[in-house]
């Protein structure tokens, strides 16, 4: 079948199998490499994308299921020449290590703040329950987290 | 790693989702709506359905208040139990049950109406339908079908639902006035399936309602005086034994839940 | 012994941001799996069943029919499918051994998972519809599943040869008549778990047919050094090979040996096509190469006031299917069994035993952190024993500069431990008191030592070439693998320091066996210790290759040259560096530097005496303590408070430092709680992350690192390794604070609700 949606505001209209995953959708016709495929069961968080605004599991939605909708990924909030104030507090802390799940751990945050999610150290911490992270043991990622809520005057 | 191929339908409404389940013969045909159990249970090559049904698109979402109980359409997310103030309200008991559902992303987009007609016995919201008490409200191939809710759970993944029916929303029996209401869950992780979860429903005169999940094939409901009941539950559950957990702590687990969900229960009925 | 540089640092010592972060914080970074080639093949593995059995018959007949697949292979294949390793660690008793590794099953499978066969084909629909028709048909052989029952006589064999892999031994003083004289001794035992690294990336690489026939292989990967192992099993020249690693996503140990490499290779060698494989995190979890789980038996004995006479000391360990690295675990966890205490009087017995599990290799902590649960298991029962503060019993044992362990090694840097001690006393405070009733807390504390850098009779070197561009900017050229701990970043530093050049202005090319000096294996927590030095040294003798030329441009003598702010500068003065080029150009001056670092050697492993000595170049050492809360009704814990202490010589970044021992504080911690692989009679029934449980943000505590600089490494700027050493002393702490708010000690791992709830 043949698929239209947006993925970071780019129009896009692709064959693609129903049994083909968002994710693998993004990765292997979208050029979206940075949606990472960690664990394929909805655990790790590494394919975090926005779907219609709302963070999802790209690896636990069928790519069919995104028709006419607007995915985003880490792509539509930053890039290396002006990083999204997240991002900024990320990379100063030393959040950021091997890398691998940092494009989810972002969008996973921006979600949390934005829904007021993110209002002390737990919540936090709840609200990234769904992005795991092997390298830094998550400290500096929820001080990251606290600094960029504090910079945008959220709860 | 990746699900196998399968075909695949989007119905436009209710009518022609069922009469595709109707029509699929001997292929095996399966509802998505969510997906957040299916999905990934496709590519650990543990579902291979030859047909999808995908309802995700039809408008079944929403809580609403009717008479004495709420409907709750079958594609609403389990984030908006968690999070919309109306649906707190209504609910609250759906609402602090959601909060255990698997991580933030899952939430987002995993159903209520999916969580149900999945079934697994360590699943929350199947808990907490179960206590609530009600009836599914199923559509086929013969037209609106209800089915009580202390019938639709019938073993480890399974339901009452036929193979050609779609369930469209659940209406869930609001407790009397003045109970309090308590959820309580163990788990290995904070968004891990329950090792043991228990919803209760207290009301002012010392009688209670316990529904325990994750300790049996299917939610398992018990009724009786509120200061009873954990060692009733404890004595009454036979939990699987398996390499994860072992049944003794199962069971121990059963009985505290129970206790704790209905402490709270107790406390929300006094405040 | 390092290569030292007196001045004040101006870079090192600074909380830089890693150049490395700000393309992995946009999602730029392109790793293993994030590479293509038009014409790619996707290639996937045919995996064993079961853990034991004769393969009686691989029909790959009607997979190779499948529309779209280019090639199915099996071991037959292969050019040289199974190589033998000389295995050290025997002794006259049991004499030499080779030990096997195959790469695809040949006749035998050994373990569930071990792959058989491999598909490569035009899509990854197409390779898997090929899997399916692959039609084996196996003959069951009985499955040994317990490292000492393997031991015994008549044991099911996993390898003719034998069971048993490797064995250590050694006695120093008399432990007998020191057990007999003692005032105390105490005996227990303990057991750790198969853990997965679970690292987020899963094992991935792409490879292709390069130019002059060079088969290329780009994986994730920790030692790019294996094009020689693949330039082996495929039958070609060492120089026909290339490995390049990009940035990996996670190794701590499980990229070290070899895992998508061989099977991509060979595709290529076949079809002269690019060919990728992905591995499904099912595939890692079920037949990744995990951590060796120990058997300890220690009885230790003490005089009245606490001090040490005796370690008595059995290790089983259970190396799985395929021998891998495990004598040389094991030789880590011998030569730390004893822990960071004197004591004149040492027998250890270890032994690793072939069974039809996973093959167990290496794993950040390799060896030397699963005896940490014995040693500081028994000082907290010798603590107990005489009355005495945990950590005062250890205090009045800490090993110290001069001190020899048994195994022969004399310690000649700066043992921080008495410090360390402190500052975990003075930031403690008191206990806290339960949160509700019905509540415990309880408080633990261990002390670890991890050597950093490899046996030194492995004679390790790293080479770094360090250059200038005609414009000015610097490059550094280096083998080295980054698995995410900032090894790059820190040589970027380095560089920057040593010639005075920002860091912003440093472009480090990583991880090409063709195209970058070699420079060892990101392993051992070793990287910054060699090729840090590697780097430190090339940087320094390019900045002695240009110092006469400066000074001449400057009108100043050599020694009063400074390289600083981009140039070199005398006084006043001030020649860029862009001008100090163009000038050594004009003059044939060479304005870049290859160096060699040789790590102090030792001899060659040669026979049961000579592994004793000096067996590492150094260690860290450490000191933890926790507070936690516990649910006796459900066995759930809470972490209160976590503080880890380390002697880390020189912080290069701080902030790299912190990251390390908060990651490797939450990876023990998982260790210690909720990680195991589950094994039914050899099949292994962890494969999802949805069953092997790694701490999530939500079960990670705050954790306050304490980072000592004592000034006293062998790494550059007398630093010392940090990668490793924390993860050691996680698990023991944990048993020691469950101990304190239990009244019993839990002595078998992990220490899951259950365990705890009915203990």
């Known amino acids: 079948m043949m698929l239209e949606l947006l993925v970071n505001g780019r129009r896009l209209r692709e064959p693609v199998e129903p049994h083909v995953t968002l994710l693998r959708f993004l990765r292997d016709q979208a050029g979206a490499s940075e949606v990472k495929y960690g664990c394929g069961e909805g655990v790790c968080g590494a394919c975090t994308v926005f779907l219609d605004a709302v963070a999802v599991n790209a690896c636990s939605v069928l790519a069919v299921q995104a028709e006419g909708a607007h995915v985003e990924t880490v792509s539509a909030f930053g890039d290396v020449a002006s990083l999204h104030p997240l991002q900024q507090e990320l990379i100063e802390r030393g959040a950021v290590q091997c890398g691998f799940c940092t494009p989810g751990v972002v969008l996973g945050s921006i979600e949390a703040v934005r829904l007021g999610l993110a209002g002390d150290r737990m919540t936090i911490r709840r609200s990234l329950a769904g992005n795991l992270c092997r390298c830094t043991g998550y400290g500096k990622i929820v001080e990251a987290v606290e600094a960029y809520r504090d910079r945008e005057g959220a709860a | ?271 | 012994m390092s290569v030292v540089d007196e001045r004040p640092a101006r870079v090192v010592g600074r909380a830089l941001v890693r150049h490395d972060a700000l393309e992995k914080v946009a999602g730029r970074t392109r790793y293993a799996a994030d590479f293509g080639l038009p014409g790619m093949l996707h290639a996937v593995l045919k995996r064993a069943d079961l853990p034991h059995a004769r393969l009686l018959r691989v029909d790959t007949s009607a997979a190779k029919a499948v529309p779209g697949v280019a090639s199915v292979l099996t071991a037959k294949d292969v050019p040289e499918n199974t190589v033998w390793v000389d295995v050290p660690g025997q002794t006259f008793q049991v004499g030499a051994l080779k030990a096997r590794t195959n790469v695809l099953a040949d006749g035998v499978v050994r373990y569930h998972g071990e792959p058989i066969a491999i598909v490569a084909a035009e899509t990854e629909d197409a390779a898997l519809a090929s899997l399916e028709l692959i039609d084996v048909e196996y003959e069951e052989l009985p499955v040994v599943t317990d490292p000492e029952a393997a031991l015994e006589e008549g044991a099911p064999l996993v390898h003719e040869q034998g069971n048993l892999i490797a064995s250590w031994q050694l006695h120093e003083g008399n432990v007998d008549a020191a057990l007999t004289a003692a005032h105390a001794v105490v005996e227990q035992s303990y057991e750790t778990q198969f853990v997965d690294h679970a690292y987020l990336e899963p094992e991935a690489g792409v490879a292709w047919l390069d130019t002059d026939g060079v088969i290329t292989v780009r994986a994730a990967t920790q030692v790019i050094e294996h094009f020689r192992d693949l330039a082996r099993i495929l039958r070609v020249p060492d120089n026909r090979v290339r490995v390049i690693a990009p940035y990996v996503g996670g190794g701590f140990g499980g990229k070290e040996d070899m895992t998508v490499e061989p099977f991509l290779a060979l595709v290529v060698q076949r079809t002269g096509c690019p060919v990728k494989m992905v591995w499904s995190r099912s595939e890692s979890l079920l037949a990744r190469e995990k951590r060796h789980p120990m058997k300890l038996r220690y009885r230790t004995a003490c005089d009245a006031e606490g001090r040490l006479l005796a370690q008595d000391i059995g290790i089983v360990a259970d190396g799985g299917a395929y021998a891998l690295l495990s004598a040389l675990v094991l030789l880590y966890a011998t030569t730390c069994s004893q822990g960071p205490y004197r004591c004149p009087n040492v027998r250890i017995d270890a032994r690793v035993a072939y069974t039809n599990h996973t093959p167990a290799s290496a794993m950040r902590g390799f060896g030397a952190m699963q005896v940490a649960l014995g040693y500081e298991g028994q000082m907290d029962l010798l603590a107990a024993e005489l009355g005495l503060d945990p950590l005062e019993l250890r205090r009045r044992n800490f090993l110290e500069r001069g001190d020899t362990l048994a195994v022969g090694q004399t310690l000649d840097t700066h043992v921080a431990l008495s410090d360390l001690a402190d500052r975990v006393e003075a930031a403690l405070g008191p206990k806290p008191e339960p949160s509700k009733r019905g509540r415990r807390v309880g408080r633990g504390v261990a002390c670890n030592l991890q050597p950093y850098g490899r046996c030194v009779w492995l004679n390790d070197w790293a080479s770094a070439w360090v250059g200038f561009e005609l414009d000015g900017t610097l490059v550094v050229r280096i083998g080295v693998p980054d698995i995410g701990g900032g090894q790059a970043s820190s040589l970027v530093q380095l560089a920057g320091e040593v010639l005075g050049v920002d860091p912003a202005d440093v472009v480090i090319h990583i991880g090409d066996s063709a195209l970058t000096p070699l420079t060892g294996t990101t392993t051992a927590t070793r990287q910054l210790y060699m090729s840090g030095n590697a780097v430190l040294q090339a940087a320094g003798e390019l900045r002695e290759e240009l110092r006469p030329l400066a000074a001449e441009l400057l009108e100043a003598e050599p020694d009063d040259v400074e390289f600083a702010g981009g140039g070199a500068c005398y006084g006043e003065r001030h020649v860029a560096f862009r001008d100090l080029i163009a000038a050594a150009a004009k003059r044939q001056v060479p304005w870049h530097r290859l160096s060699i670092f040789r790590a102090p050697g030792g001899d060659a492993w040669r026979s049961e005496a000579s592994w004793r000595g000096r067996v590492f170049p150094d260690f860290t050492y450490g000191c933890h303590a926790v507070d936690l809360e516990l649910d006796p009704e459900t066995g759930r814990i809470d972490v209160l408070r976590y503080l880890a202490a380390h002697d880390v010589g020189r912080a290069i970044n701080p902030q790299s430092v912190e990251g390390q021992i908060e990651g490797a504080v939450v990876m023990g911690l998982g260790y210690a709680l909720s990680e195991r692989v589950i094994y039914e009679d050899g099949i292994n029934l962890t494969g999802a992350f949805a069953q092997y449980l790694i701490p999530t943000a939500v079960e990670a505590p705050e954790i306050e690192p304490i980072v000592v600089e004592s000034g006293e490494g062998v790494g550059p700027f007398s630093a010392r390794g940090i990668g490793e050493p924390p993860v050691g002393a996680v698990a023991p702490a944990v048993a020691g604070a469950l101990a304190d708010a239990l009244g019993r000690r839990l002595t078998v791992l992990p220490f899951t609700p259950e365990r705890v709830a009915e203990a």
């Open chain 2, 1 to 271: 790693m990746i699900p196998r191929p399968f075909d695949y339908e989007r119905p436009r409404s209710v009518e022609e989702a069922v009469s595709i389940l109707a029509g699929a013969g001997g292929r095996d045909a399966k509802v998505i709506a969510g997906g957040q159990s299916l999905v990934p249970m496709l590519s650990l090559g543990l579902a291979r359905p030859d047909v999808l049904v995908d309802l995700s698109r039809l408008e079944l979402n929403g809580i609403e208040a009717v008479d004495r109980r709420v409907r709750v359409g079958a594609t609403t997310c389990h984030r908006t139990l968690e999070l919309d103030p109306e649906a707190r309200r209504l609910l609250p008991l759906a609402a602090e049950a959601a909060r255990h559902v698997g991580n933030p992303r899952v939430r987002n987009r995993g159903t209520f109406g999916g969580s149900l007609a999945h079934a697994d016995p360590a699943a929350e919201l199947p808990v907490v339908a179960v206590a609530h008490g009600g009836e599914v409200v199923a559509h086929g191939p013969g037209g609106e079908r209800r089915i009580p809710l202390a019938e639709f759970f019938l073993g480890y993944l399974e339901t009452a639902l036929g193979p050609d029916e779609v369930l469209v929303a659940v209406e869930l029996e609001r407790p009397p006035e003045r109970c309090g209401v308590g959820f309580h869950e163990e788990a290995q992780r904070a968004d891990d399936f329950a090792l043991a979860c228990a919803a209760a429903v207290v009301a002012p005169d010392g009688h209670a309602r316990v529904v325990l999940g994750g300790v049996g094939d299917r939610p398992l409901r018990f009724e009786g005086p509120t200061d009873e009941l954990p060692a009733a539950v404890e004595a009454a559950v036979e939990p699987e034994e398996d390499a994860f957990v072992s049944a003794a702590f199962r069971r121990r687990l059963a009985g505290v839940c129970a206790r704790r969900a209905l402490a709270r229960a107790k406390e929300d009925a006094g405040a």
